[in-house]
Protein backbone atom coordinates (compact mmCIF):
# COMPACT_ATOMS: atom_id res chain seq x y z
CA UNK A 1 0.00 0.00 0.00
CA UNK A 2 1.37 3.47 -0.92
CA UNK A 3 1.76 6.25 1.08
CA UNK A 4 -1.23 8.01 2.43
CA UNK A 5 0.37 11.47 2.83
CA UNK A 6 1.21 14.02 -0.34
CA UNK A 7 -0.04 15.52 -3.59
CA UNK A 8 -2.55 13.68 -5.45
CA UNK A 9 -1.02 11.47 -8.30
CA UNK A 10 -0.76 12.84 -11.21
CA UNK A 11 1.36 10.58 -13.15
CA UNK A 12 2.68 7.50 -12.96
CA UNK A 13 6.55 6.22 -13.67
CA UNK A 14 7.26 2.81 -15.18
CA UNK A 15 10.18 1.61 -13.94
CA UNK A 16 9.85 -1.90 -16.39
CA UNK A 17 12.86 -1.84 -18.61
CA UNK A 18 15.31 0.87 -15.87
CA UNK A 19 17.61 -2.08 -15.26
CA UNK A 20 18.03 -3.42 -18.94
CA UNK A 21 20.80 -0.02 -19.75
CA UNK A 22 22.13 -0.78 -22.81
CA UNK A 23 20.25 -4.18 -23.77
CA UNK A 24 17.43 -1.84 -23.98
CA UNK A 25 17.95 -1.32 -27.36
CA UNK A 26 18.16 -4.99 -28.56
CA UNK A 27 14.95 -5.73 -26.87
CA UNK A 28 13.52 -3.13 -28.77
CA UNK A 29 14.02 -4.38 -32.09
CA UNK A 30 13.09 -8.09 -30.61
CA UNK A 31 9.92 -7.01 -29.57
CA UNK A 32 8.98 -4.87 -32.31
CA UNK A 33 9.68 -8.01 -34.80
CA UNK A 34 7.94 -10.75 -32.86
CA UNK A 35 4.83 -7.60 -32.64
CA UNK A 36 4.79 -7.74 -36.29
CA UNK A 37 5.27 -11.17 -36.89
CA UNK A 38 2.20 -11.75 -34.07
CA UNK A 39 0.25 -9.23 -36.10
CA UNK A 40 0.87 -10.54 -39.36
CA UNK A 41 0.22 -13.79 -38.32
CA UNK A 42 -3.20 -13.60 -36.52
CA UNK A 43 -3.99 -11.50 -39.46
CA UNK A 44 -3.63 -14.34 -41.99
CA UNK A 45 -5.40 -16.84 -39.92
CA UNK A 46 -8.39 -14.40 -39.72
CA UNK A 47 -8.12 -13.96 -43.64
CA UNK A 48 -8.00 -17.85 -44.35
CA UNK A 49 -11.08 -18.79 -41.73
CA UNK A 50 -13.13 -16.13 -43.52
CA UNK A 51 -12.31 -16.84 -47.30
CA UNK A 52 -12.33 -20.76 -47.35
CA UNK A 53 -15.62 -21.97 -47.22
CA UNK A 54 -13.90 -25.59 -45.82
CA UNK A 55 -12.90 -23.25 -42.67
CA UNK A 56 -16.29 -22.18 -42.04
CA UNK A 57 -16.97 -24.40 -39.32
CA UNK A 58 -16.75 -24.04 -35.29
CA UNK A 59 -13.71 -24.91 -34.73
CA UNK A 60 -12.28 -22.11 -36.60
CA UNK A 61 -15.08 -19.40 -35.98
CA UNK A 62 -13.66 -19.65 -32.70
CA UNK A 63 -9.66 -19.73 -34.03
CA UNK A 64 -11.00 -16.63 -35.88
CA UNK A 65 -11.77 -15.16 -32.68
CA UNK A 66 -8.73 -16.11 -31.00
CA UNK A 67 -6.69 -14.75 -32.98
CA UNK A 68 -8.34 -11.23 -33.29
CA UNK A 69 -8.26 -11.38 -29.69
CA UNK A 70 -4.55 -12.19 -29.60
CA UNK A 71 -4.03 -9.09 -31.71
CA UNK A 72 -5.91 -6.47 -29.59
CA UNK A 73 -3.94 -8.16 -26.31
CA UNK A 74 -0.69 -7.80 -27.90
CA UNK A 75 -1.53 -4.28 -28.99
CA UNK A 76 -2.65 -3.33 -25.39
CA UNK A 77 0.51 -3.82 -24.00
CA UNK A 78 3.32 -4.24 -27.28
CA UNK A 79 3.26 -0.49 -28.74
CA UNK A 80 3.71 1.34 -25.48
CA UNK A 81 6.05 -0.65 -24.57
CA UNK A 82 8.59 -0.55 -27.53
CA UNK A 83 7.78 3.53 -26.86
CA UNK A 84 8.95 3.71 -23.14
CA UNK A 85 12.16 1.70 -24.72
CA UNK A 86 13.20 4.74 -26.47
CA UNK A 87 12.04 7.04 -23.42
CA UNK A 88 14.91 8.13 -20.10
CA UNK A 89 12.09 7.90 -17.56
CA UNK A 90 8.67 6.47 -19.05
CA UNK A 91 5.72 7.41 -17.32
CA UNK A 92 2.06 7.58 -18.20
CA UNK A 93 -1.42 9.28 -17.12
CA UNK A 94 -3.54 7.86 -14.69
CA UNK A 95 -6.18 7.87 -17.55
CA UNK A 96 -3.65 6.16 -20.10
CA UNK A 97 -3.02 3.67 -16.96
CA UNK A 98 -7.01 3.01 -16.01
CA UNK A 99 -7.20 2.34 -19.94
CA UNK A 100 -4.55 -0.10 -20.83
CA UNK A 101 -5.25 -2.08 -17.20
CA UNK A 102 -8.87 -2.27 -18.52
CA UNK A 103 -8.15 -3.34 -22.17
CA UNK A 104 -5.68 -5.91 -20.64
CA UNK A 105 -7.75 -7.51 -18.14
CA UNK A 106 -11.12 -7.23 -21.30
CA UNK A 107 -8.79 -9.69 -23.26
CA UNK A 108 -7.04 -11.45 -21.07
CA UNK A 109 -9.98 -12.84 -19.77
CA UNK A 110 -11.48 -13.04 -23.49
CA UNK A 111 -8.62 -15.42 -24.44
CA UNK A 112 -9.37 -17.97 -21.57
CA UNK A 113 -13.21 -18.04 -22.31
CA UNK A 114 -12.05 -18.43 -26.33
CA UNK A 115 -9.98 -21.21 -24.86
CA UNK A 116 -12.34 -23.19 -23.03
CA UNK A 117 -15.04 -22.99 -25.80
CA UNK A 118 -12.65 -24.21 -28.63
CA UNK A 119 -11.71 -27.39 -26.11
CA UNK A 120 -15.63 -27.93 -25.93
CA UNK A 121 -16.17 -27.21 -29.32
CA UNK A 122 -13.39 -30.43 -29.51
CA UNK A 123 -14.92 -32.51 -26.88
CA UNK A 124 -18.57 -32.35 -28.84
CA UNK A 125 -16.83 -33.10 -32.15
CA UNK A 126 -14.74 -36.37 -30.19
CA UNK A 127 -17.16 -37.66 -27.59
CA UNK A 128 -20.68 -36.89 -29.10
CA UNK A 129 -20.18 -36.84 -33.05
CA UNK A 130 -23.59 -37.37 -33.64
CA UNK A 131 -25.00 -34.58 -31.48
CA UNK A 132 -21.99 -32.06 -32.84
CA UNK A 133 -24.46 -30.07 -35.15
CA UNK A 134 -26.85 -30.11 -32.64
CA UNK A 135 -24.80 -28.62 -29.96
CA UNK A 136 -22.26 -26.15 -31.95
CA UNK A 137 -24.68 -24.94 -33.95
CA UNK A 138 -24.25 -21.09 -35.73
CA UNK A 139 -26.35 -19.96 -32.47
CA UNK A 140 -24.39 -22.17 -29.68
CA UNK A 141 -21.13 -20.39 -31.20
CA UNK A 142 -21.98 -17.03 -31.27
CA UNK A 143 -23.42 -17.49 -27.61
CA UNK A 144 -19.90 -18.58 -26.58
CA UNK A 145 -18.15 -16.36 -28.41
CA UNK A 146 -20.29 -13.42 -27.05
CA UNK A 147 -20.09 -14.72 -23.45
CA UNK A 148 -16.29 -14.59 -23.80
CA UNK A 149 -15.92 -10.99 -24.18
CA UNK A 150 -19.25 -10.53 -21.67
CA UNK A 151 -16.81 -12.25 -19.44
CA UNK A 152 -13.72 -9.81 -20.37
CA UNK A 153 -15.75 -6.78 -20.45
CA UNK A 154 -17.62 -7.44 -16.55
CA UNK A 155 -13.82 -8.23 -15.11
CA UNK A 156 -11.93 -5.11 -16.90
CA UNK A 157 -14.73 -2.69 -15.51
CA UNK A 158 -14.91 -3.95 -12.32
CA UNK A 159 -11.23 -3.69 -11.77
CA UNK A 160 -10.56 -0.84 -13.28
CA UNK A 161 -13.28 1.09 -11.54
CA UNK A 162 -12.18 -0.55 -8.05
CA UNK A 163 -8.62 0.46 -8.38
CA UNK A 164 -8.85 3.79 -9.71
CA UNK A 165 -11.64 5.21 -7.17
CA UNK A 166 -8.90 4.53 -4.68
CA UNK A 167 -6.94 7.12 -3.65
CA UNK A 168 -3.29 7.41 -5.21
CA UNK A 169 -1.01 10.22 -3.35
CA UNK A 170 2.59 10.39 -3.21
CA UNK A 171 4.07 7.13 -4.22
CA UNK A 172 3.63 6.94 -8.43
CA UNK A 173 6.44 4.43 -8.89
CA UNK A 174 5.05 1.33 -10.80
CA UNK A 175 8.46 -1.95 -10.67
CA UNK A 176 6.27 -2.90 -14.01
CA UNK A 177 5.96 -2.02 -17.88
CA UNK A 178 2.33 -2.44 -17.67
CA UNK A 179 -0.52 -1.28 -15.76
CA UNK A 180 -1.36 -4.47 -14.34
CA UNK A 181 -3.64 -4.94 -11.77
CA UNK A 182 -1.30 -6.26 -8.94
CA UNK A 183 1.32 -3.37 -9.03
CA UNK A 184 -0.89 -0.36 -9.45
CA UNK A 185 -3.40 -1.52 -6.88
CA UNK A 186 -0.15 -1.59 -4.26
CA UNK A 187 0.29 1.87 -5.05
CA UNK A 188 -2.74 2.94 -3.72
CA UNK A 189 -2.93 4.84 -0.43
CA UNK A 190 -6.28 3.36 1.01
CA UNK A 191 -6.28 -0.38 2.07
CA UNK A 192 -5.84 -2.83 -1.10
CA UNK A 193 -7.14 -6.33 0.74
CA UNK A 194 -10.76 -5.88 -0.93
CA UNK A 195 -8.74 -5.43 -4.42
CA UNK A 196 -6.72 -8.23 -4.11
CA UNK A 197 -9.01 -10.73 -2.81
CA UNK A 198 -11.09 -10.16 -5.83
CA UNK A 199 -8.31 -10.23 -8.31
CA UNK A 200 -7.50 -13.48 -6.44
CA UNK A 201 -11.14 -14.21 -7.21
CA UNK A 202 -10.97 -13.51 -11.03
CA UNK A 203 -8.07 -15.48 -11.38
CA UNK A 204 -10.07 -18.73 -9.70
CA UNK A 205 -12.77 -18.00 -11.61
CA UNK A 206 -11.37 -17.28 -15.21
CA UNK A 207 -7.87 -18.56 -14.99
CA UNK A 208 -8.46 -21.78 -12.64
CA UNK A 209 -11.86 -22.64 -13.80
CA UNK A 210 -11.79 -22.70 -17.27
CA UNK A 211 -8.17 -24.64 -16.96
CA UNK A 212 -9.68 -27.10 -15.28
CA UNK A 213 -12.91 -27.30 -17.40
CA UNK A 214 -10.32 -27.96 -20.71
CA UNK A 215 -8.60 -30.44 -18.60
CA UNK A 216 -12.49 -32.18 -17.92
CA UNK A 217 -12.53 -32.01 -21.77
CA UNK A 218 -9.50 -33.76 -22.96
CA UNK A 219 -10.18 -36.20 -20.21
CA UNK A 220 -13.13 -37.33 -21.40
CA UNK A 221 -10.94 -36.68 -24.97
CA UNK A 222 -8.83 -38.96 -24.00
CA UNK A 223 -10.82 -41.67 -23.02
CA UNK A 224 -12.11 -41.74 -26.32
CA UNK A 225 -9.16 -42.09 -27.94
CA UNK A 226 -8.09 -44.87 -26.05
CA UNK A 227 -11.20 -46.33 -27.44
CA UNK A 228 -9.67 -46.34 -30.64
CA UNK A 229 -8.75 -49.12 -32.46
CA UNK A 230 -6.93 -47.93 -35.33
CA UNK A 231 -3.50 -45.95 -35.21
CA UNK A 232 -4.66 -43.85 -38.15
CA UNK A 233 -7.64 -43.52 -35.90
CA UNK A 234 -5.91 -41.75 -33.21
CA UNK A 235 -4.02 -40.28 -35.12
CA UNK A 236 -6.83 -37.94 -36.61
CA UNK A 237 -7.98 -37.37 -33.31
CA UNK A 238 -4.70 -35.80 -31.70
CA UNK A 239 -4.19 -33.65 -34.83
CA UNK A 240 -7.16 -32.20 -34.12
CA UNK A 241 -6.54 -31.35 -30.62
CA UNK A 242 -2.82 -30.98 -30.40
CA UNK A 243 -2.53 -27.58 -31.47
CA UNK A 244 -5.18 -26.41 -29.28
CA UNK A 245 -3.74 -28.07 -26.61
CA UNK A 246 -0.11 -26.40 -27.41
CA UNK A 247 -1.77 -22.93 -26.74
CA UNK A 248 -3.55 -23.88 -23.61
CA UNK A 249 -0.02 -25.25 -22.15
CA UNK A 250 1.26 -21.83 -22.61
CA UNK A 251 -1.36 -19.47 -21.93
CA UNK A 252 -2.80 -20.49 -18.90
CA UNK A 253 0.61 -21.72 -17.47
CA UNK A 254 2.14 -18.64 -17.35
CA UNK A 255 -1.07 -17.18 -16.48
CA UNK A 256 -1.65 -19.28 -13.35
CA UNK A 257 2.37 -19.26 -12.51
CA UNK A 258 1.89 -15.04 -12.36
CA UNK A 259 -1.60 -14.77 -10.68
CA UNK A 260 -1.54 -18.13 -8.56
CA UNK A 261 1.38 -18.36 -7.02
CA UNK A 262 1.35 -17.56 -3.16
CA UNK A 263 4.26 -14.90 -3.83
CA UNK A 264 2.39 -13.33 -7.17
CA UNK A 265 3.69 -9.75 -6.79
CA UNK A 266 6.62 -9.84 -4.81
CA UNK A 267 9.51 -10.60 -7.09
CA UNK A 268 9.32 -8.09 -9.49
CA UNK A 269 12.28 -9.30 -12.14
CA UNK A 270 9.74 -12.47 -12.01
CA UNK A 271 6.64 -10.87 -12.90
CA UNK A 272 7.98 -8.97 -15.87
CA UNK A 273 9.48 -11.93 -16.99
CA UNK A 274 6.44 -14.06 -17.20
CA UNK A 275 4.30 -11.08 -18.09
CA UNK A 276 6.75 -10.58 -21.10
CA UNK A 277 6.46 -14.21 -22.05
CA UNK A 278 2.67 -13.90 -21.82
CA UNK A 279 2.03 -10.53 -23.30
CA UNK A 280 4.78 -10.65 -26.01
CA UNK A 281 5.95 -14.25 -26.79
CA UNK A 282 2.91 -16.59 -26.50
CA UNK A 283 0.54 -14.61 -28.88
CA UNK A 284 3.44 -15.15 -31.89
CA UNK A 285 3.03 -18.81 -31.31
CA UNK A 286 -0.47 -19.16 -31.89
CA UNK A 287 -0.07 -18.82 -35.91
CA UNK A 288 2.42 -21.08 -36.49
CA UNK A 289 1.38 -23.95 -34.23
CA UNK A 290 -1.95 -23.21 -35.99
CA UNK A 291 -0.41 -23.19 -39.67
CA UNK A 292 2.28 -25.84 -39.51
CA UNK A 293 0.39 -28.07 -37.65
CA UNK A 294 -3.33 -28.17 -39.38
CA UNK A 295 -3.93 -29.73 -42.30
CA UNK A 296 -6.90 -27.60 -43.44
CA UNK A 297 -5.37 -24.34 -42.37
CA UNK A 298 -2.30 -24.99 -44.70
CA UNK A 299 -4.26 -26.17 -47.24
CA UNK A 300 -6.30 -23.58 -47.12
CA UNK A 301 -3.27 -21.12 -47.21
CA UNK A 302 -2.17 -22.89 -50.91
CA UNK A 303 -5.64 -22.70 -52.53
CA UNK A 304 -5.52 -19.04 -51.24
CA UNK A 305 -2.23 -18.89 -52.66
CA UNK A 306 -2.88 -20.65 -55.45
CA UNK A 307 -6.20 -18.63 -56.46
CA UNK A 308 -4.55 -14.85 -56.23
CA UNK A 309 -0.44 -15.26 -57.08
CA UNK A 310 -0.16 -18.26 -58.94
CA UNK A 311 -3.81 -17.79 -61.10
CA UNK A 312 -3.10 -17.17 -65.04
Not at 206 to 214: D, E, G, S
Not at 281 to 292: A, D, I, K, M, R
Request: proline residues 5%; charged residues 10%.
Amino acid sequence: MGSGNGTAVTEFVLLGFSGFGPLRGPLFWGVLCIYLVTLLGNSLIILLTLADPALHLPMYFFLRHFSMVEILYTTTVVPRMLADLLASCPTISPASCFTQLYFFALFGIAECCLLTAMAYDRYAAICRPLHYTTLMNQEACVSMAGASYLMGIITGTTHSLFIFTLPFRGANTIHHFLCDILPVLRLASASTFWGEVGNLAVTIAFILTPFLLIVASYACILATLLGVTTSQGRRKVFSTCSSHLFVVILFFGTGTVAYMRPWAGSSQDTDQILALFYTVVTPVFNPFVYTLRNREVTGAMRRLVKKYLWSP
